[in-house]
């Protein structure tokens, strides 16, 4: 290719890729004039540029670790990944089936996902075995049924027998019977996709023979697939379009060479009594055993049990079940009658056709749907008259009783001003998710605090609960709020679950629930999703700016945001380790998906804080901050995170003060309720000495986020900055109830004993605090000097141990200059501490912005030096 | 870190780096005396891979090649003119590595014969990566013959294993190029191995 040419397709690239979809044809044609050839190469690289190619995403040395790694995990058994038998690619075992082992596989002509079913190869020579294997597939193949399972084909290769399924994934009805009780609808939903299902397959002259809940799969979609018919039997395409008064000819015999004659070939538990009697089965033996499915479905239990087989066969053959309303009182009689029907021990008087049960279940889910919907007409013209008949006075002078009332009614609006999201629960039953599920919490919470008018709970506070099962009445109470969302997540492979609720807290009724299902890929959608459909039952007033800040949502990749969620888990955790962590899983976001706007929110918060806390030079950590901020914003411009850092970086690096506090006026829009929006604003005003303001902006973030030590501290620290110790001391001191080990509010506590002088709490809290710091020797030190030689010998003493140690730092690693300014001032050498402060302003160290207020600066503040840097740096 | 354990991996650090001079002078041999040194590194890797199934453990690949460049080279002995060189060198030993590792996986699989079977067992799926990994490397070789500065972004990202800013100093242009030429240069990739297919040689 010409060099000139190759140049154009990447110019022509690179501009296009900005676009939207919809521009980029116009924009191209436009731009190669005619040249065809060339539209066609920018446009495949534009498609293949969107489809994340998962080999790229990672250096090489970790794939092919990892491909090691995995290999020599495998167990023993023959492998089969990876190969390719017939036309399948062998992805990965999915797990021991009835009749073998179960693969994802991937059909390479039709270029879909299957599940392979291999039968074993020590029955490779078990003729019963073959035959069975045989039989699931003739018998499924023959049915096209959206709720059965299809069946592909069945091959051999490689001397290896297998067929090939429709590749669902979810989970089971045993496994979600295991998880707790069902909705009334959701089991009529199921069972009637059962029933339909059934009809198929009887009408084709197939009779399942092992309905049970490990058979019946419902898909994360979903819909509800009838697996494995394995034990079915064919029963002669001559009977076929036989009418229902005839299903006793449809009679089979059981093929006594198949089963031994007599023995139970499905799971006991649900066998109809003529299977486990070893009798002749026909299709409505399949009733029977959906009947036992229903009423486990709806009581958790099986409607015949026993210690032993024998004892469970004559059950199923002469008791009848435990009435389901003895476990569940509350079930329509409609319903106890549908399983009794199905369960008749004489199959003469159980519904003859799977289709007639359908009809029952169909009629009563009508009945239960329009029941649910008449109370909701109903509710709301009730609630008015009782309120009409009481008379206006009362609600006009006691207002909470029309709130109570008013709340408590299903349609009328909600007055819900302030809402807590709980921390979502992990179903996935693996801590190692727990990153994903408390960022999808997080994500909620974020999204809810760009509604204006609506209080919400911070993180921390909300993660408080985490594992906590307090009465949800009880945390509305303590977190003073008026609504709780609750709900849980379970991701499995590409497949995410969110359950949510809306609950009224005060009188703990739900007020809406709804189940999302997507693929990872939406994740951002879904998480904006979500949040709209609670904003939209609260029913707050919003502005069309803030209608669409909820629904837009990010683009990242999927892994991206997998990292950025990561990132953020090691951020919250607000240890060094925690934020170097964090940076490296940001960096990796950034490596998977340059566009992922996440990504560089991350990194600003990164750069701001290490520049801020000294561990990068001011110079080399905010310029950072800024680029990446910056980039975030070209990406997604609503972001408030993003506009925090930027603002930052104005703000404490380049020292324009009212730049900066225009541009977190951004930030603020964007999340007006967010508490780490309101403390970092705290911090702003304090420098510019509003401390009145600073201390009233720190309440709302505590308003926001009762229960975090670090937000409860910041607000000591800005009475602390003000020069109002009680208050500070008393903040300080609930901060350290939540969190006895929190260094900086030990830290904060001892700085206001030493400003009202009481000498004995300030050493005490200093042992304290250095004894959790681990400098149990510089502990003992400070102890020991009190002792000798007083208080002003002790604290001197520690200034002198801190400088030393710091010295020593600086040998190895970089220290920041106000660090020795600082114990310099403190120590009462002003030579040194304006050398110090000098290079601490030539740095444009962030800390410098709190020289005029902090008073570990009174020793030299009088001398011209000072007063001529706080001109210089242009603190107000 | 405690005092013995550093001295003898600095012994060893300090051989890498010779070795590593030596090869970029032209001496192949050096190349085979590096060898053992960055398959144990791997195996390492792929022990903490294993041992990161574990629940509440994930692993940070770019931590993890850091790792592998601190106990291989004496990074912090390299200055600072040498670091851009420095880099682009073990991104280029990287690449030659792995891909004679990758090479010698699949010739196991095609090894072929009842004799092979368990080998055939043993190599599956680093097989199959192994095969992919190959074809990234010839295709990196035409992108490199088209634009070769796109050709050593991939090698110092994908081969080296080196973040946008290290990239972006060793190549000294901005980061901004770096993650221009990086997206288009991974278009370019993915559509050149779509074409040959997954299993393209």
């Known amino acids: 290719m010409e060099p000139e040419r190759w140049q154009r397709i990447e110019e022509l690239y690179h501009s296009a890729v900005e676009m ?23 446009e495949s690289l534009l498609k293949h540029g969107a489809t994340p190619h998962s080999l790229l995403d990672k250096p090489a040395i970790a794939v092919l670790a990892k491909a090691i ?9 023959p492998r ?3 190969k390719t038998i017939s036309h399948y690619r062998v992805l990965k075992a999915l797990g021991q089936g009835g009749m073998g082992m179960v693969y994802k596989a991937e059909d390479l002509k039709l270029r879909r996902h299957v599940a392979l079913k291999f039968l074993p190869a020590s029955l490779a020579r078990d003729q019963q075995a073959l035959q069975r294997f045989e039989r699931e597939a003739q018998a499924a193949s023959a049915l096209n049924h959206p709720n059965i399972c299809t069946v592909y084909e ?20 045993k496994e979600r019977i295991a998880r707790g009780p069902l909705e009334l609808v959701e089991t009529l939903r199921i069972t009637t996709e059962i029933c339909d299902a059934l009809e198929a397959a009887h009408s084709a002259g197939i009779v399942h023979r092992d309905i049970k809940p490990a058979n019946i799969f419902l898909t994360r979609r979903g819909s509800v697939k009838v697996l494995d018919f394995g034990v079915a039997k064919r029963i002669g395409p001559e009977l076929v379009s036989q009418r229902a008064d005839m299903a006793e000819l449809l009679t089979i015999t059981v093929d006594p060479r198949l089963t031994s004659p007599g023995a139970a070939v499905g799971t006991i538990a649900y066998m109809s009594p003529e299977q486990a009697a070893g009798r002749q089965v026909d299709t409505r033996s399949d009733i029977f055993s959906l009947g036992s499915v229903l009423y486990e479905m709806e009581t958790g239990r099986l409607p015949f049990s026993g210690h032993e087989l024998a004892e469970v066969i004559r059950a199923i053959r002469d008791r009848q079940p435990a009435p389901i309303e003895q476990f569940n009182p509350r079930l329509p009689s409609e319903l106890s009658k549908i399983i009794n029907k199905a369960m008749q021990k004489d199959r003469g008087l159980r519904y003859q056709r799977a289709a007639d049960m359908q009809g029952d279940l169909q009629a009563l889910t009508d009945r239960v749907e329009s ?20 008379g206006g006075f ?15 009614s299903a349609d009328l609006p909600r007055q819900i001003k302030s809402i807590a999201v709980l921390p979502l629960e992990n179903l996935t039953g693996d801590p190692g998710q727990e990153y994903f599920v408390d960022g999808m919490t997080d994500a909620l919470i974020t999204n809810l605090t760009k509604v204006g008018s609506l209080r919400v709970i911070s993180r921390a506070s909300a993660m408080h609960y985490k594992g906590m099962h307090k009465a949800l009445p009880v945390i509305a109470r303590e977190l003073n709020v008026n609504a709780v969302v609750e709900g849980s997540v379970i991701r499995s492979g590409n497949r995410v679950r969110i359950s949510a609720q809306l609950v009224d807290a005060a009188h703990d009724q739900n007020l809406w629930a709804q189940d999302y299902e997507r693929d990872l890929q939406d994740v951002l959608r879904l998480q904006s999703e979500v949040a709209w459909d609670v904003v939209k039952q609260i029913q707050v007033k919003l502005t069309p700016q803030e209608q669409q800040r909820i629904v837009s949502y990010g683009h990242c990749a999927p892994n991206a945001h997998d990292l950025y969620l990561q990132g953020m888990y090691h951020w919250f955790k607000a240890t060094p380790e925690g934020y170097e962590r964090s940076r490296d899983y940001f960096e990796q976001a950034e490596a998977a998906d340059p566009n992922c706007a996440e990504a560089y929110v991350g990194l600003g918060y990164y750069y701001s804080i290490a520049a801020d806390e000294g561990i990068l030079p001011a110079g080399q950590g905010w310029p950072r901050t800024r ?4 980039r975030a914003v070209e990406l997604d411009s609503n972001i408030a995170g993003a506009y925090i850092s930027l603002a930052a970086a104005t703000f404490f690096y380049d020292w324009k003060f009212a730049e900066g506090i225009q541009q977190y006026q951004r930030a603020l829009e964007l999340s007006p309720e967010s508490a780490e929006t309101h403390r970092e604003y705290a911090i702003f005003l304090r420098v510019l000495g509003r401390s009145d303001e600073s201390i009233a902006e720190a309440k709302k973030a505590l308003e926001a986020d009762p229960f975090s030590a670090s937000i409860r501290a910041s607000l ?26 929190f260094l900086a509010a030990h830290e904060g506590l001892v700085k206001c004993y030493q400003q009202k002088q009481m000498e004995n709490e300030a050493i005490e809290e200093l042992i304290t605090e250095m004894r959790l710091a681990g400098a149990d020797d510089l502990a003992g030190q400070i102890r020991s000097n009190y002792q000798t030689t007083g208080y002003g010998g002790a604290v001197r003493g520690l200034y002198l141990a801190k400088l030393h140690q710091y010295q020593q730092g600086a040998k190895e690693t970089y220290v920041p200059p106000l660090v020795f300014a600082n114990l310099y001032s403190l120590l009462d050498e002003k030579d040194q501490a304006f050398e110090w402060l000098e290079k601490a302003y030539q740095e444009r160290s962030s800390k410098l912005t709190d020289l005029k207020l902090d008073p570990d600066y009174e020793n030299i503040r009088s001398d011209p030096r000072f007063s001529a840097l706080v001109k210089k740096i242009g603190l107000p | 870190m405690d005092g013995a354990g550093d001295q003898a991996t600095s012994v060893s650090r300090h051989d890498v780096t010779r070795l590593l001079h030596a090869w970029a002078a032209g001496d192949e041999a050096a190349l085979q005396q590096l060898m053992p040194l960055v398959y144990d590194e791997l195996h390492r890797l792929a022990r903490r891979y294993m041992a990161g199934e574990q629940p509440g453990q994930t692993l940070q690949t770019t931590a993890l090649v850091h790792e592998v460049y601190l106990r291989l080279v004496d990074v912090k002995n390299v200055n600072w003119q040498d670091r851009a060189h420095f880099y682009a060198l073990c991104a280029r030993l990287m690449r030659r590595i792995l891909i004679d590792f990758a090479r010698s996986r699949t010739y196991q699989k095609r090894g072929g014969g009842a004799a092979h079977v368990d080998l055939d067992e043993a190599a599956t799926v680093s097989a199959v990566v192994g095969d992919e990994l190959l074809a990234v490397d010839h295709a990196l070789e035409q992108l490199a013959a088209l634009d070769s500065r796109k050709g050593q972004v991939v090698e110092l990202r994908f081969f080296g294993g080196l973040t946008i800013e290290e990239t972006a100093l060793a190549l000294r242009v901005s980061p901004e190029t770096v993650m221009r030429d990086w997206r288009l240069a991974k278009a370019w990739l993915t559509r050149e191995l779509s074409q040959e297919g997954p299993h393209g040689t």
């Open chain 1, 394 to 408: 009362i609600t006009a002078r006691i207002p909470r009783v029309r709130e109570l009332v008013l709340g408590r």
């Open chain 1, 69 to 77: 790694a995995v290999d020599e995990n495998q167990p023993s058994a």
């Open chain 1, 371 to 390: 029941k649910i919907k008449r109370w909701k007409l109903l509710l709301a013209p009730a609630i008015v008259v009782i309120l009409l008949a009481i």
């Open chain 1, 154 to 173: 069945i091959d051999e290769a490689e001397a290896r027998l297998f067929i090939a399924i429709e590749f669902l994934e979810g989970e089971t009805l």
């Open chain 1, 627 to 630: 680029l990446n901020a910056q």
């Open chain 1, 80 to 82: 089969l990944e990876g």
């Open chain 1, 716 to 741: 000591a620290w800005q009475y602390y900055y003000a020069h109002r110790w009680d208050e500070a001391i008393n903040q300080f001191k609930v901060s350290l109830q939540m969190d006895p080990s």
């Open chain 1, 20 to 42: 939207p979809d919809e521009q980029r044809n116009s924009f191209l044609e436009e731009a190669c004039r005619g040249d065809h050839s060339l539209v066609e190469e920018v």
